[in-house]
């Protein structure tokens, strides 16, 4: 089998060039796509820890710490004391970052329709699916 017949490699170039395009979407406003989506994970709840920022976008801690850095640097989260244990932190969106945050989803919805825009409804309906199915035995 030829490596672009592989479902592995069109899966990973697939994404891949999804992240660069859409990432030079998101430049003019001084963010990337990887950004984003941990920042608008923490949009739709904050006030909750690194470790399950973490498990919610299935991201490794390490590569967490430094989108929040940079987020932190951005004035778009703040990290605050976490009282009920020491020796975590607890992450809260700015209202800077809810607004970039909001500000991006259009562009991000606009983007993905283009994309999409040849599937029908129950094309996408077994993309999801199946993209479900192999996200569930990983």
Not at 29 to 40: K, N
Not at 52 to 77: A, F, G, H, M, Y
């Amino acid at each position: 089998m030829r490596i672009k017949e592989s479902l592995g490699y069109i899966i990973t170039n697939t994404g891949r060039k999804i992240t660069q395009h859409l990432t030079q979407r998101f430049q003019k406003y001084g963010i990337t796509s990887e950004q984003w989506g941990v920042l608008q994970t923490l949009t739709e709840e904050d006030g909750i820890t690194q470790a399950e920022l973490s498990r919610r976008t299935e991201k490794d801690p390490t590569n967490v710490t430094r989108i929040l850095d940079q987020l932190e640097r951005k004035e778009w989260i703040r990290r605050e004391a976490n009282q009920g244990d020491r020796r975590s932190f607890l992450i809260y969106v700015t209202e800077s970052g809810r607004s970039i945050s909001q500000k991006l989803l259009p562009v991000e919805l606009e983007f993905t329709q283009s994309y999409l825009k040849d599937f029908t409804e129950e094309e996408l309906a077994v993309l999801r699916r199946a993209f479900e199915k192999i996200n569930e035995q990983l």
